[in-house]
Nanobody
Framework: QVQLAESGGGLVQPGGSLRLSCAASGFSFRQYDMRWYRQAPGKERELVAGITSAGGSANYADSVKGRFTVSRDNVKNTVSLQMKSLRPEDTAVYYC?????????WGKGTLVTVSS
């Protein structure tokens, strides 16, 4: 059974940091590109960051470049998103996504709220 379980969300003040984690199971994790998406209230889901299957390449949305870092551990089957200098506009539900060719899996999401 495929499972992507996000954790690490919560309430943080503007300028603060959070680290999200996603634990994967039930599929060949090291063969999948991994991505983080987010969806803010009333907005469409958007791609935040992605990392290739071997971890050799990462890409970021312009809005988070220089503040967020995506990484993965192909031994522990986890992918992480380190978020720094958080802004109120980063408030959203963050989703972990695994993709390979036509296959795609989603986690249930974790809520990040940036507010004073």
């Amino acid at each position: 059974q495929v499972q992507l379980a996000e954790s690490g969300g919560g309430l943080v003040q503007p300028g603060g940091s959070l680290r999200l984690s996603c634990a994967a199971s039930g599929f060949s994790f090291r063969q999948y590109d991994m991505r983080w998406y987010r969806q803010a209230p009333g907005k469409e889901r958007e791609l935040v960051a992605g990392i290739t299957s071997a971890g050799g390449s990462a890409n970021y949305a312009d809005s988070v470049k220089g503040r967020f870092t995506v990484s993965r551990d192909n031994v522990k089957n986890t992918v992480s998103l380190q978020m720094k200098s958080l802004r109120p506009e980063d408030t959203a539900v963050y989703y972990c996504n695994a993709g390979r060719r036509s296959l795609m899996y989603w986690g249930k999401g974790t809520l990040v709220t940036v507010s004073s």
